[in-house]
């Protein structure tokens, strides 16, 4: 059974930087993407960015694109979400997701971890 499991949130200055890690489990993922997306209170689950685990392309909503990296360690099949020069706007949970497709909706991905706290303070 497939698991994810996040870690790194917590709380931050604006401008600030944070690095979220999210752990895979109970799969073969050389096919697969890895997503990370984000919620705030009241708002709908955002995408963030993805990476493939085969080859490592990366693709970023426009709003973090060069202010976020998403990294990979095929060896612990543990996927990175660095975050540079946070914005108080970003203050979110943060979910890793995976599946065969990929994409930047939510339901392309068919397994979700419980999501981390990240919150940027003014």
């Known amino acids: 059974q497939v698991q994810l499991v996040e870690s790194g949130g917590g709380l931050v200055q604006a401008g600030g930087s944070l690095r979220l890690s999210c752990a895979a489990s109970?799969?073969?993922?050389?096919?697969?993407?890895m997503a990370w997306f984000r919620q705030a209170p009241g708002k709908e689950r955002e995408f963030v960015g993805f990476?493939?685990?085969?080859?490592?392309?990366?693709y970023y909503r426009d709003s973090v694109k060069g202010r976020f990296t998403i990294s990979r360690d095929n060896a612990k099949n543990t996927v990175h979400l660095q975050m540079s020069s946070l914005k108080p706007e970003e203050t979110a949970v943060y979910y890793c997701?995976?599946?065969?497709?990929?994409?930047?909706?939510?339901?392309?991905?068919?397994?979700w971890g419980q999501g981390t706290q990240v919150t940027v303070s003014s």
């Open positions: 990476i493939r685990w085969s080859g490592g392309s990366t």
């Open positions: 109970g799969g073969t993922f050389s096919t697969y993407v």
């Open positions: 997701a995976t599946g065969p497709r990929g994409g930047v909706v939510v339901d392309a991905y068919d397994y």
